[in-house]
């Protein structure tokens, strides 16, 4: 079955310092990936995604993601944080499976929390 | 330019009425998605549309849950005999066809409409 996993509820750093978020996929076939981002009371808003090509992948607001097919990984990343990154994060992963239906199927989010 | 809108953005009913949640998606986006959001979980798919027809309804839980979207734009999703269960946040997407490749583009969600069934 496909599935993605974020293994850290919350990820705590200091504004400044570099962020990793990671997420790990399980699919069958080329996977699409996604990262979006959650503030308070919001909506998902879309940051960045993989779907073939360069592995390192650049989005908004300074953020990026490396593709690691022999890890099936996706971790999310900046290079220095800011107070306002501090929200919670959703990987995501496109069903192969489902045809050209493109239904999305989400980790359980990790909470970023960035200290001043 | 407007992103997805969806309404109310809070509603609260009673055990066993029936519900009407609305998505506006991006003018122009062919699909939409309806996903379902529990306290400290991630979105769970519910339902595809391409234009007016369900293409996927594989993710609504029951009976209870129906879809619509009679004129390939705005969409409205049905709850009927609402259960206590059903409480969550529902989000709405949109996304353009990429017909090069025939696959959907990138999802654009909605804030969502917070549904508490007490």
């Known amino acids: 079955a496909q599935s993605v996993a974020q293994p850290e509820d919350q990820v705590n750093v200091a504004e400044g310092n570099p962020l990793t978020v990671k997420c790990t996929y399980s699919?069958?076939?080329?996977?699409?990936l996604f990262w979006y981002v959650q503030y308070p009371n919001r909506g998902l808003q879309f940051l960045l995604k993989?779907?073939?090509?360069?592995?390192l992948v650049k989005g908004s607001y300074g953020f990026e993601a490396e593709f690691n097919k022999s890890q099936t990984s996706f971790h999310l990343k900046k290079p220095s944080a800011l107070v306002s990154d501090s929200a919670l994060y959703f990987c995501?992963?496109?069903?192969?499976?489902?045809?050209?239906?493109?239904?999305?199927?989400f980790g359980q989010g990790t909470t970023l929390q960035v200290k001043p | 330019g407007a992103g997805v809108s969806q309404t109310p953005s809070n509603k609260v009913t009673e055990k066993g009425k029936y519900v009407e949640l609305r998505c506006d998606p991006i003018s122009g986006h062919t699909a939409l998605y309806w996903y379902r959001q529990s306290l400290g979980q991630g979105p769970e798919f519910l339902i595809y549309?391409?234009?007016?027809?369900?293409?996927?309804d594989s993710g609504l839980p029951n009976d209870r849950f129906f879809a619509v979207r009679p004129e390939g734009s705005v969409s409205t999703l049905k709850i009927q005999r609402t259960e206590r269960g059903d409480s969550a946040v529902y989000l709405c997407?949109?996304?353009?066809?990429?017909?090069?490749?025939?696959?959907?583009?990138?999802?654009?969600f909605g804030p969502g409409t917070r549904l508490t069934v007490l």
């Open positions: 997407a949109s996304s353009a066809w990429d017909s090069a490749v025939r696959v959907t583009d990138t999802q654009y």
């Open positions: 993989y779907i073939t090509g360069d592995n």
């Open positions: 549309f391409q234009g007016t027809g369900a293409a996927d």
């Open positions: 699919v069958s076939g080329n996977p699409y």
């Open positions: 995501a992963v496109r069903d192969p499976g489902s045809s050209n239906t493109g239904k999305l199927i």
